[in-house]
């Protein structure tokens, strides 16, 4: 039923905090990774510090703060909860983040080699669709791209109902129905997902290879 990303909140406490998690976590590290790249000039810098005079400007610092305002606000009936002070730092450090990082010319032409990385793995493993079958053909692509078609290959057999499924190896729930194309472009998908940066890339480069 998603359709469109935070449509429905967490669901459990840890799922909540996995989420509150990941939002303190990437602020200041990504402002540290954009200093690196040389994406914010010092005025940049200088201007986010005259934004957040509350706290200095660095991951250490910003990750610190959050947290120990979160755990001092949280409780069970009100939840997990910022003080107005900290919700309003995080907001404005996220919005610097949107308009100076994300959104910086100077990325873009990354983001257009990763929409490229992406979409090519992704037709290469959907174009062996052949029902319960799909896994017998991603094993013979093994002579063209050894790693994709060995790794892809275990998350089938693990996953789905592949007719070629090791039942007395794997003992865990049946995911994906390979009787139906959009649970296999599933499949595809969270497979992917589960790729860092430099594998994807590794896996690209087998595929454009010679």
Request: proline residues 1%.
């Amino acid at each position: 039923e998603f359709t469109y990303s935070n449509k429905f909140a967490p669901y459990t406490w840890e799922a909540c905090v996995v989420k509150i998690s990941d939002n303190i976590s990437y602020l200041g590290r990504d402002l540290e990774d954009a200093k690196e790249m040389k994406l914010l000039t010092d005025r940049d810098l200088s201007n986010l510090d005259k934004m957040i005079e509350n706290i200095r400007i660095n991951n250490t610092s910003i990750i610190g703060y959050l947290t120990a305002d979160l755990c001092k606000n949280s409780s069970v009936e009100l939840g997990l909860k910022f003080s107005d002070e900290a919700h309003s730092t995080m907001e404005r450090i996220k919005k610097f983040n949107y308009e100076k990082i994300y959104k910086n010319e100077k990325i873009q032409p990354t983001i257009r080699y990763f929409k490229v990385v992406m979409n090519e793995i992704f037709y290469t493993l959907k174009r062996e669709y052949n029902g319960t079958a799909t896994n017998k053909n991603i094993r013979k692509m093994k002579r063209y791209y050894p790693v994709l078609s060995n790794e892809f290959s275990n998350w089938l057999e693990k996953y789905s109902n592949c007719v070629d499924r090791d039942e007395t190896k794997y003992f865990n729930k049946i995911i994906y129905d390979l009787n139906n194309i959009q649970d296999y472009c599933r499949a595809i998908i969270d497979y992917m997902s589960g790729m860092t940066d430099q594998y994807i890339v590794s896996v690209y480069d087998e595929i454009v290879k010679f």
